[in-house]
């Protein structure tokens, strides 16, 4: 089958940095994408891993271990417009997408 | 103006009505996806199209049809509302494996 592990729910401060985890099994892998969306918005792309290691795009940073089934989600110098939830989504031709993470950046 | 449009932004309707949700896109993707958002249970996938002959049911199809008129037109129907299908629809393109999935607005529904 096919799952994805995402935390509900994150908090933290403005500045901070923050690692959003996402665990996943799926019997088809071509790719791990992250995606941001605010509430009531589409969701934006923010990175994508096909390949084990990190990827650096900024103030964001995504990791993935494909033998682990584990990507993370790094978020530097935490803005209040970063507020939002952040989907994990695995897959080949179609992707299966984590019910998100809601993060709370707080002043 | 923007690359995937979804039409309506929001529907109000009853339930037995017929509905269509109507998605465009200028972005010359082949490939086409429907979701629906629920709270707590993410984007779910209802229906995709890699071209214009090829239409594929996802993990909720049920209750649902879509029809690919064109390369660039991708549409959704509840052929009879019900209000367990309210919610948020979301349509989406996409150039290729290794490439992200571009969102419409969405179309936020409620079933009555």
């Known amino acids: 089958g096919q799952n994805i592990d995402q935390p509900t729910e994150m908090t933290a401060t403005e500045g901070a940095i923050v690692q959003i985890n996402c665990t996943y099994q799926t019997s088809g892998f071509n790719g791990l994408f992250w995606y941001q969306q605010h509430a009531g918005e589409a969701p934006t792309f923010l990175s994508y891993?096909?390949?084990?290691g990190l990827e650096e795009k900024g103030r964001f940073s995504s990791f993935l271990s494909r033998s682990k089934g584990y990507s993370y989600l790094l978020l530097k110098e935490l803005q209040m417009k970063d507020s939002a939830s952040y989907l994990c989504?695995?897959?080949?031709?179609?992707?299966?997408f984590g019910t998100g993470t809601r993060l709370k950046v707080l002043a | 103006d923007a690359d995937v449009t979804q039409t309506p932004r929001n529907r109000i309707t009853k339930t037995g009505k017929r509905i269509m949700l109507e998605c465009s896109q200028t972005k010359g993707h082949d490939r086409m996806y429907w979701y629906r958002q629920d709270p707590g249970l993410g984007l779910r996938l209802i229906y995709y199209s890699f071209d214009v002959k090829d239409i594929n049911k996802g993990e909720i199809s049920d209750g649902y049809s879509v029809s690919r008129q064109a390369q660039a037109k991708f549409s959704l129907s509840l052929e009879s509302a019900i209000p367990n299908q309210t919610a948020l629809y979301f349509c989406?393109?996409?150039?290729?494996?290794?490439?992200?999935?571009?969102f419409g607005d969405g179309t936020r529904l409620s079933i009555l």
């Open positions: 989406a393109t996409r150039q290729g494996l290794n490439q992200p999935q571009h």
């Open positions: 989504a695995v897959g080949t031709y179609k992707y299966i």
């Open positions: 891993n096909v390949l084990d």
